[in-house]
């Protein structure tokens, strides 16, 4: 099969298309026809070395694809051969053909492409799993998204909001922050012009939001703590800031705040099929009514994989970029 490989740590140039074996399936996986795939952060950390690929999975790039069902273990599971899914995995997404778990498979939501329902399960599966069991967003609560006109925040914005929270959403142009606003944020923050603690004080009568999303870490951690409401969760996903930052422990204390994180990638099966039936019951609804859209900014043929990941390096989309295989 034909699939894009890394041949070295370096820059999107290293992505090259090459001529790889076919997947071999274990037990509860499925082959699948990919049709199209999405491109991710994680794809550009491992592209550059600073991701390790998780023992047993794929070298090739790609965390999510959507296709057809063309072969595989299906026991126990609703889909048959022949159907069209989205489907979340391990790797090896940048190719014609890719083995996934069945219990990570969803049906194409109704009235989507198979290029949209592509971008769906990386971004989907982060959020739901961060924003509803991981800081258990819920009630009346409101949310800050760091990073609000990316893949993620775009998902995290129309998530929340279509669950009847308030969200404020980050962003580095005033373009992009009315884009946020667009998709459902009260306020976008452009961060490069405006404070966004000061913003979310005077937004929310000095009480602070309830949860934040973040994806920047470093030295923006202490400025969420101080962002943040009584008994308020922070959510930290990535590290585009780095790995390091002062906090305030006295603050966690005396308010009773969370800072915690997580990445979905080495979580088990079982982790990720739970979250599956999650969204399949409670966010696919909302997909097939139009209540949350899928955002795609840029579509790519797969041999243009280095120039998908050019892009992304440039920060100037806004949502998802994709890849067509066939």
């Not at 994680?42 to 090739?60: C, E, F, H, K, W």
């Not at 489907?87 to 890719?98: K, P, S, T």
């Not at 101080?226 to 969760?233: P, S």
């Not at 097939?288 to 994989?305: N, S, W």
């Amino acid at each position: 099969m034909q699939a894009i490989e890394i041949v070295q740590p370096g820059g999107p140039e290293v992505l090259k298309p090459a001529e790889r074996p076919m997947p071999v399936l274990k037990a509860g996986e499925v082959m699948i026809k990919v049709h199209a795939a999405g491109v991710n952060r994680p794809d550009v950390l491992q592209r550059t070395g600073n991701y390790p690929v998780p023992a047993g999975a794929s070298d090739i790039p790609g965390l999510e694809v959507a296709g057809e069902i063309v072969d595989g273990d299906l026991a126990g599971s609703t889909l048959k051969k022949g159907d069209m899914v989205c489907a979340l995995v391990q790797g090896g997404g940048y190719a014609e053909y890719c083995a996934a778990p069945v219990a990570q498979c969803l049906p194409v939501p109704k009235g989507l492409s198979l290029l949209e329902a592509a971008s769906l399960p990386e971004t989907f599966f982060t959020v739901y799993s961060n924003l509803f069991m991981r800081a258990k967003l819920s009630g009346d609560e409101t949310l800050l998204v760091q990073g609000g006109s990316s893949g993620i925040g775009v998902t995290a914005i129309q998530m929340a909001r279509a669950m009847g929270h308030r969200v404020f959403a980050t962003a580095g142009t005033d373009d992009k922050c009315r884009a946020c606003e667009g998709f459902g944020a009260e306020r976008g923050i452009n961060y490069r012009t405006e404070d966004f603690v000061e913003v979310i004080k005077s937004a929310t009568g000095g009480a602070g939001v309830n949860v934040i999303l973040d994806m920047v870490a470093g030295d923006y951690v202490n400025r969420e703590i101080n962002c943040l409401a009584d008994d308020g969760r922070l959510v930290i996903i990535a590290l585009l800031g780095g790995v390091k930052g002062e906090v305030n422990f006295g603050e966690i204390l005396r308010r009773r705040l969370t800072v915690t994180g997580s990445t979905l990638r080495p979580r088990p099966i079982a982790f990720k099929q739970e979250v599956a039936q999650h969204l399949h019951q409670k966010v696919w609804p909302l997909l097939e009514t139009g209540v949350i859209k899928p955002v795609i900014y840029q579509t790519f043929p797969l041999a243009r994989a280095a120039d998908a990941h050019a892009l992304m390096e440039t920060s100037t989309h806004v949502g998802k970029i994709m890849l067509t295989v066939v």
